[in-house]
């Protein structure tokens, strides 16, 4: 009884000293926890973000529902360049109550620099129906939509990031101005940095923008809209009537040696690009004479009319041209072709091209007999791949399928063609161009004159060396060889052709 009554009177004070001991254990937590707050910003202010990470690591431990832990360890970690550990943290300090307004921008740089772009959008879109730091989130939403390629969406976003936070428009300006040299409108580009000086002159950032716009002014000013080139060349060919490499009884063919000379005039329209489309235009002469013959003098004219649209990493053009033929001072041929074309950039350094095309062949001379009738219509199809390196040097390598349906019979065919080059600086005036091909052609009706299907395969190469005598002015040597066999012995024969020329562009 006396024990009871003991306890009874005790209890009390025994609960009190409980709940003090319980108050001291968990005020000297919090305070520990504090103390270890104050020291890990301490180390993260002086930039000493290794030591910041493990300090901040074990308040975060002791503290789990601190959401100001978390955003400190997120920071930690996106300066020690822990990613991955910096997003998971920085989602904790924007979910934990009470919810820190200054991870959400934390938050979606992290995901922009890791490339999580989609999920990016989601924290911004939630930023912005909560209204947190409007300003900030817009200029992230448009350095989102910068990295997407997506330009006028971008500008769109900075300027209304510069509207939202004055501490922002000269950076945003800055951005502006990339957006605008992406979609290749230099004159809004300039007209960007002219205000990024504005804003602040005497700015890191207004000296690039004065370096930037200097940049852009030289660029402009060199840009020619109109180019020309003029050349000449000399020629031998042993081979110039395609005379057969078999002996054919009862036929005598002279003359199939011979130099020529050449004349080259080209003429280039292309305005400077305003944004994702482009236009170009080509007026192009050649004209041919030979020393002892003018059976084979030629003159051709062409003109070609290409309008484009870039993307991000591609482009899609569509030539349209038209190609006029005078063989022996009479008019011979036309020529009207369509070639739609796509070109993708994959990677660094890799360029995929595919086109298809239509032509239309008119000879001005009907012939004879309507079996040998050349005019006809022309489909195409082409895959190329080109591989640049960063020396200059370049490979491509072009596939192409085409079907010839010629009014006449005996001209009909389908052929397939390969065909190698590449480029290589010897020096920096002193270049090697080398192409080698191999074609096949199957005609698709037997033919009338000599009662039986013709089967072709044509091969070729070449070489060159390209010098730059002058400045704009070059020399090239070329050689090339052919062969075409055929199972009609008046198609085959060899070729060897040798070539020293002079250009000037302008």
Same mark, same amino acid.
């Given at each position: 009884?006396?024990?009871?009554?003991?306890?009874?009177?005790?209890?009390?004070?025994?609960?009190?000293?409980?709940?003090?001991?319980?108050?001291?254990?968990?005020?000297?937590?919090?305070?520990?926890?504090?103390?270890?707050?104050?020291?890990?910003?301490?180390?993260?202010?002086?930039?000493?973000?290794?030591?910041?990470?493990?300090?901040?690591?074990?308040?975060?431990?002791?503290?789990?529902?601190?959401?100001?832990?978390?955003?400190?360890?997120?920071?930690?970690?996106?300066?020690?360049?822990?990613?991955?550990?910096?997003?998971?943290?920085?989602?904790? +300090?924007?979910?934990?109550?009470?919810?820190?307004?200054?991870?959400?921008?934390?938050?979606?740089?992290?995901?922009?620099?890791?490339?999580?772009?989609?999920?990016?959008?989601?924290?911004?879109?939630?930023?912005?129906?909560?209204?947190?730091?409007?300003?900030?989130?817009?200029?992230?939403?448009?350095?989102?939509?910068? /990295?997407?390629?997506?330009?006028?969406?971008?500008?769109? +976003?900075?300027?209304?990031?510069?509207?939202?936070?004055?501490?922002?428009?000269?950076?945003?300006?800055?951005?502006?101005?990339? +957006?605008?040299?992406?979609?290749k409108k230099p004159v809004k580009a300039k007209e960007a940095l002219?205000?990024?000086?504005?804003?602040?002159?005497?700015?890191?950032?207004?000296?690039?923008?004065?370096?930037?716009?200097?940049?852009?002014?030289?660029?402009? *000013?060199?840009?020619? *809209?109109?180019?020309?080139?003029?050349?000449?060349? &000399?020629?031998?060919?042993?081979?110039?009537?395609?005379?057969?490499?078999?002996?054919?009884?009862?036929?005598?063919?002279?003359?199939?040696?011979?130099?020529?000379?050449?004349?080259?005039?080209?003429?280039?329209?292309?305005?400077?690009?305003?944004?994702?489309? *482009?236009?170009?235009?080509?007026?192009?002469?050649?004209?041919?004479?030979?020393?002892?013959?003018?059976?084979?003098?030629?003159?051709?004219?062409?003109?070609?009319?290409?309008?484009?649209?870039?993307?991000?990493?591609?482009?899609?053009?569509?030539?349209?041209?038209?190609?006029?033929?005078?063989?022996?001072?009479?008019?011979?041929q036309s020529v009207t072709s369509v070639k739609p074309t796509f070109?993708?950039?994959?990677?660094?350094?890799?360029?995929?091209?595919?086109?298809?095309?239509?032509?239309?062949?008119?000879?001005?001379?009907?012939?004879?007999?309507?079996?040998?009738?050349?005019?006809?219509?022309?489909?195409?199809?082409?895959?190329?791949?080109?591989?640049?390196?960063?020396?200059?040097?370049?490979?491509?390598?072009?596939?192409?399928?085409?079907?010839?349906?010629?009014?006449?019979?005996?001209?009909?065919?389908?052929?397939?063609?390969?065909?190698?080059?590449?480029?290589?600086?010897?020096?920096?005036?002193?270049?090697?161009?080398?192409?080698?091909?191999?074609?096949?052609?199957?005609?698709?009706?037997?033919?009338?004159?000599?009662?039986?299907?013709?089967?072709? /395969?044509?091969y070729n190469s070449s070489i060159s060396a390209k010098t730059e005598?002058?400045?704009?002015?070059?020399?090239?040597?070329?050689?090339?060889?052919?062969?075409?066999?055929?199972?009609?012995?008046? &198609?085959?024969?060899?070729?060897?052709? &040798?070539?020293?020329?002079?250009?000037?562009?302008?």
């Amino acid at each position: 009884m006396q024990v009871d009554s003991f306890i009874r009177r005790c209890a009390p004070c025994i609960r009190t000293a409980v709940f003090l001991q319980l108050l001291f254990v968990l005020s000297a937590a919090t305070l520990h926890a504090s103390e270890l707050m104050d020291k890990g910003i301490k180390e993260f202010r002086a930039e000493n973000f290794e030591e910041s990470l493990v300090i901040f690591k074990k308040a975060r431990q002791e503290e789990p529902d601190n959401s100001v832990a978390a955003y400190y360890l997120g920071l930690a970690c996106k300066h020690s360049g822990l990613m991955v550990d910096a997003v998971e943290n920085f989602k904790a +300090a924007v979910s934990l109550t009470p919810a820190v307004q200054d991870a959400y921008p934390e938050l979606v740089d992290s995901l922009y620099n890791n490339n999580e772009l989609q999920e990016a959008r989601i924290w911004i879109a939630k930023a912005e129906r909560e209204n947190i730091l409007p300003g900030r989130m817009a200029f992230l939403s448009g350095m989102v939509f910068a /990295k997407e390629g997506r330009n006028a969406e971008a500008i769109a +976003a900075f300027e209304k990031a510069g509207k939202l936070d004055e501490s922002l428009s000269q950076a945003a300006y800055m951005q502006i101005a990339m +957006a605008y040299a992406g979609e290749k409108k230099p004159v809004k580009a300039k007209e960007a940095l002219k205000a990024v000086i504005t804003v602040a002159p005497d700015t890191e950032l207004a000296s690039f923008a004065r370096e930037y716009d200097a940049a852009l002014t030289e660029a402009l *000013s060199k840009y020619k *809209s109109w180019r020309f080139n003029a050349g000449v060349t &000399y020629s031998y060919d042993d081979n110039i009537v395609s005379k057969p490499s078999t002996v054919i009884p009862g036929v005598i063919i002279s003359g199939e040696k011979g130099y020529y000379a050449a004349a080259i005039f080209s003429a280039n329209y292309s305005p400077l690009p305003m944004g994702p489309w *482009s236009l170009t235009a080509a007026y192009n002469v050649y004209s041919s004479h030979y020393r002892n013959t003018n059976s084979h003098n030629l003159m051709s004219h062409s003109l070609s009319v290409t309008p484009g649209h870039s993307f991000d990493k591609s482009a899609l053009t569509f030539p349209v041209s038209y190609n006029l033929v005078w063989l022996k001072e009479r008019r011979y041929q036309s020529v009207t072709s369509v070639k739609p074309t796509f070109t993708i950039m994959a990677g660094p350094a890799d360029i995929f091209q595919a086109s298809a095309g239509f032509a239309r062949r008119d000879l001005v001379k009907p012939a004879i007999d309507p079996n040998e009738n050349r005019n006809g219509d022309v489909y195409s199809m082409l895959l190329g791949y080109i591989h640049p390196y960063a020396n200059g040097a370049m490979v491509n390598f072009r596939y192409e399928r085409t079907m010839d349906m010629t009014d006449g019979r005996n001209w009909e065919n389908e052929g397939d063609e390969l065909n190698l080059g590449g480029i290589y600086p010897v020096t920096g005036k002193v270049g090697l161009l080398a192409n080698a091909g191999y074609m096949q052609q199957e005609y698709q009706k037997e033919s009338t004159v000599f009662l039986k299907f013709r089967h072709d /395969k044509i091969y070729n190469s070449s070489i060159s060396a390209k010098t730059e005598l002058l400045k704009d002015l070059n020399l090239t040597l070329t050689y090339g060889w052919t062969k075409a066999v055929s199972n009609i012995p008046v &198609y085959d024969y060899k070729r060897n052709h &040798y070539t020293a020329g002079l250009d000037y562009s302008f």
